[in-house]
């Protein structure tokens, strides 16, 4: 009696939290590089696909490349480079399908808690079944954390004055209606990022109007939905000779034209606006509504696959407005100029609210950690959490890159703690080598408790700097200071720099640096 040991309590070496993209890759570097390792994926949704099965919007499609924003290990060979998102989903959970991936997911099952036993060096995990009503316990080594980077059931609040008023339908992308017929009807679109962009030419094909609304314009690229060169590439080569010059292509492209448009600001905003001038339609100036405050790749750019958003600009159903709301009314907008837009439906597409962990409680021996509170290793684990990976894409190149590069140092990790037979991995600002005789770190004045250890602040990490952990000015990384970890300005704890560099750190960069190992029954540092 009096026991709280759960012996049924399901236990695994890794569980994966999140079906998606970054999911089922980690999925693949698990079973592929830890052959004997036992692994779960628990996914709160029903579905494989993540943001890909979520988001159900008119044209919905990628921003990035498939070449690079595919599995490497399972290259995309579709001659469109933008895929729309059925095509997303199918190819994600076609790539589960192929190496028994799916097979190892709890579909339904949401984790809600994840607490660190110091004593038992393994991770107390709870789980909720909202379809059953349900709740459940899972025990793992280490946890991956592949939620995503936004809140699932909630959108970023909309600040848009006095939209209750409004007596037609208002929507959000993240919900998108599936029975939604808007034939001949009125819409208008509030926002100005990727998902507005999208929208807003499919919708006009059978809308009666469609009036994108912004407060501030974005830069707007046009590129070729099929690349010519791939064609000829693949007219010379085996498909996966092809796939891998594709892959190298997008590689390089982006980030040469990334670094250009940070180097030389003036000349990029000339060439993206000469760019609309050339796709705009006569009636519509490029000042205001195609020239931002800021300058290209400061935010996000958006790309359009053909053109589409400008040449439906060219219909006598669209238009585009920027400026402030003054008020939302019955039947439409008014603008702060006095401008009255009549609307049927307002889509709102102002944006995700952005999450850690899939709101996760995190605990260590049953005490609170507020992941906001502390830096991020690699940009993979979180300072004082032990054996647990949040994986964080990068958001100026295809996401899946930097989930890959995480989900390769992980197993990297695994592989190191599994030779050594240490059962811990905690990134930490402490002196994390040469312990003393006794296996505690001792000697400094500063001493930090983590895990309850004793140990000795680590004098290189004195007066680190904070930085931003996503380097974009995007109004949902503004708001999302506060939720996500902090990086810092020197060794492991920098922000994400660029894939050729982390690639790299992820097969031959120091593990150690800035990570508490232990073994032995958990108590000795290593
Ligand atoms: C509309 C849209 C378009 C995008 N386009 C691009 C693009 O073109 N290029 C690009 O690089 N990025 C893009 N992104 C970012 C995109 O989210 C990522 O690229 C990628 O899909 C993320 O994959 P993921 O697996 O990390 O996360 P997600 O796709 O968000 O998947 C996370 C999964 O975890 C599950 N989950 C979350 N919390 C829990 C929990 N507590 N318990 C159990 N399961 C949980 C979710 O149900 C979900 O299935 C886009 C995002 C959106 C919203
Ligand atoms: C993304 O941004 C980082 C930091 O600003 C930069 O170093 C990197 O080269 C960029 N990557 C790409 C592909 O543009
Ligand atoms: C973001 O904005 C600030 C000022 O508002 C500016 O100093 C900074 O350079 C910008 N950073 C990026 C990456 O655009
Ligand atoms: C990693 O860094 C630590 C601390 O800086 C150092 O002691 C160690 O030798 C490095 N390891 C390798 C393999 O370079
Ligand atoms: C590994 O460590 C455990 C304690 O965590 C110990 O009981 C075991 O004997 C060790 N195994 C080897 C091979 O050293």
């Given at each position: 009696?009096?026991?709280?040991?759960?012996?049924?309590?399901e236990?695994f070496?890794?569980?994966?939290?999140?079906?998606?993209?970054?999911?089922?890759?980690?999925?693949?570097?698990?079973?592929?590089?830890?052959?004997?390792y036992?692994?779960?994926?628990?996914?709160?949704?029903?579905a494989?696909?993540?943001?890909?099965?979520?988001?159900?919007?008119?044209?919905?499609?990628?921003?990035?490349?498939?070449?690079?924003?595919?599995?490497?290990?399972?290259?995309?060979?579709?001659?469109?480079?933008?895929?729309?998102?059925?095509?997303?989903?199918?190819?994600?959970?076609?790539?589960?399908?192929?190496?028994?991936?799916?097979?190892?997911i709890?579909?339904?099952?949401?984790?809600?808690?994840?607490?660190?036993?110091?004593?038992?060096?393994?991770?107390?995990?709870?789980?909720?079944?909202?379809?059953?009503g349900?709740?459940?316990?899972?025990?793992?080594?280490?946890?991956?954390?592949?939620?995503?980077?936004?809140d699932?059931?909630?959108?970023?609040?909309?600040?848009?004055?006095?939209?209750?008023?409004?007596?037609?339908?208002?929507?959000?992308?993240?919900?998108?209606?599936?029975?939604?017929?808007?034939t001949?009807?009125?819409?208008?679109?509030?926002?100005?990022?990727?998902?507005?962009?999208?929208?807003?030419?499919?919708?006009?094909?059978?809308?009666?109007?469609?009036?994108?609304?912004?407060?501030?314009?974005?830069?707007?690229l046009?590129?070729?939905?099929e690349?010519?060169t791939?064609?000829?590439?693949?007219?010379?080569f085996?498909?996966?000779?092809?796939?891998r010059?594709?892959?190298?292509?997008?590689?390089?492209?982006?980030?040469?034209?990334?670094?250009?448009?940070?180097?030389?600001?003036?000349?990029?905003r000339?060439?993206?606006?000469?760019?609309?001038?050339?796709?705009?339609?006569?009636?519509?100036?490029?000042?205001p509504?195609?020239?931002?405050?800021?300058?290209?790749?400061?935010?996000?750019?958006?790309?359009?696959?053909?053109?589409?958003f400008?040449?439906?600009?060219?219909?006598?159903?669209?238009?585009?407005?920027?400026?402030?709301?003054?008020?939302?009314?019955?039947?439409?907008?008014?603008?702060?100029?006095?401008?009255?837009?009549?609307?049927d439906?307002?889509?709102?597409?102002?944006?995700?609210?952005?999450?850690?962990?899939?709101?996760?409680?995190?605990?260590?021996?049953?005490?609170?950690?507020?992941?906001?509170?502390?830096?991020?290793?690699?940009?993979?684990?979180i300072?004082?959490?032990?054996?647990?990976?949040v994986?964080?894409?990068?958001?100026?190149?295809?996401?899946?890159?930097?989930?890959d590069?995480?989900?390769?140092?992980?197993?990297?990790?695994?592989?190191?703690?599994?030779?050594?037979?240490?059962?811990?991995?905690t990134?930490?600002?402490?002196?994390?080598?040469?312990?003393?005789?006794n296996?505690?770190?001792?000697?400094?004045?500063?001493?930090?408790?983590?895990?309850?250890n004793?140990?000795?602040?680590?004098?290189?990490?004195?007066?680190?700097?904070?930085?931003k952990?996503?380097?974009?000015?995007?109004?949902?990384?503004?708001?999302?200071?506060?939720?996500?970890?902090?990086?810092?300005?020197?060794?492991?704890?920098?922000?994400?720099?660029?894939?050729?560099a982390?690639?790299w750190?992820?097969v031959?960069?120091?593990?150690?640096?800035?990570?508490?190992?232990?073994g032995?029954?958990?108590?000795?540092?290593?």
């Amino acid at each position: 009696m009096g026991s709280i040991s759960t012996p049924n309590t399901e236990e695994f070496d890794v569980v994966i939290v999140g079906a998606g993209l970054s999911g089922i890759n980690a999925a693949y570097r698990v079973q592929t590089q830890l052959p004997g390792y036992t692994y779960t994926i628990i996914e709160a949704r029903n579905a494989i696909g993540g943001t890909w099965d979520l988001f159900r919007y008119p044209g919905i499609r990628s921003d990035s490349d498939l070449h690079t924003f595919g599995f490497p290990w399972r290259p995309w060979l579709a001659a469109k480079a933008i895929a729309d998102g059925d095509s997303i989903r199918n190819y994600i959970r076609e790539s589960a399908e192929e190496f028994g991936i799916d097979k190892k997911i709890q579909y339904n099952t949401k984790l809600v808690a994840a607490d660190w036993g110091s004593d038992e060096q393994k991770w107390f995990l709870s789980t909720e079944s909202k379809n059953k009503g349900s709740s459940g316990k899972l025990k793992a080594r280490f946890v991956v954390f592949s939620t995503g980077y936004y809140d699932y059931d909630e959108p970023l609040k909309a600040n848009i004055p006095n939209l209750e008023a409004f007596k037609g339908q208002t929507i959000h992308p993240q919900f998108w209606p599936e029975d939604l017929d808007y034939t001949g009807k009125k819409m208008v679109i509030i926002g100005s990022g990727a998902t507005a962009i999208t929208i807003f030419p499919v919708a006009a094909k059978k809308a009666a109007s469609v009036t994108m609304v912004q407060r501030s314009p974005t830069y707007i690229l046009a590129l070729p939905a099929e690349d010519p060169t791939g064609n000829l590439i693949r007219r010379f080569f085996p498909a996966w000779v092809a796939s891998r010059i594709m892959r190298w292509k997008y590689l390089i492209q982006p980030y040469i034209f990334f670094q250009f448009c940070r180097a030389f600001p003036n000349a990029a905003r000339k060439i993206m606006h000469k760019q609309a001038q050339q796709n705009l339609p006569k009636n519509i100036p490029l000042d205001p509504h195609f020239k931002p405050r800021y300058n290209p790749w400061e935010q996000r750019l958006c790309v359009c696959p053909d053109g589409d958003f400008y040449t439906a600009l060219k219909n006598g159903n669209t238009d585009i407005v920027t400026g402030n709301i003054k008020s939302v009314t019955e039947t439409g907008l008014i603008m702060d100029s006095g401008k009255e837009i009549d609307a049927d439906i307002i889509i709102t597409a102002t944006g995700l609210k952005i999450m850690l962990a899939g709101g996760t409680k995190i605990s260590i021996d049953g005490k609170h950690v507020n992941p906001n509170e502390k830096f991020l290793w690699k940009n993979t684990m979180i300072q004082d959490v032990p054996n647990a990976a949040v994986i964080i894409g990068y958001t100026n190149a295809s996401w899946t890159l930097g989930s890959d590069t995480a989900a390769l140092l992980i197993c990297r990790i695994l592989k190191r703690m599994e030779s050594m037979n240490l059962t811990s991995a905690t990134p930490s600002l402490g002196r994390t080598s040469s312990p003393s005789s006794n296996g505690y770190i001792t000697g400094s004045e500063e001493k930090l408790k983590v895990n309850g250890n004793i140990e000795a602040r680590d004098p290189q990490w004195d007066g680190m700097k904070e930085m931003k952990l996503l380097d974009l000015n995007s109004t949902y990384v503004e708001k999302a200071k506060g939720i996500l970890p902090k990086t810092g300005d020197r060794g492991p704890w920098q922000p994400r720099s660029s894939y050729f560099a982390d690639a790299w750190g992820s097969v031959f960069g120091n593990i150690t640096r800035g990570v508490r190992y232990e073994g032995g029954g958990g108590k000795k540092v290593v």
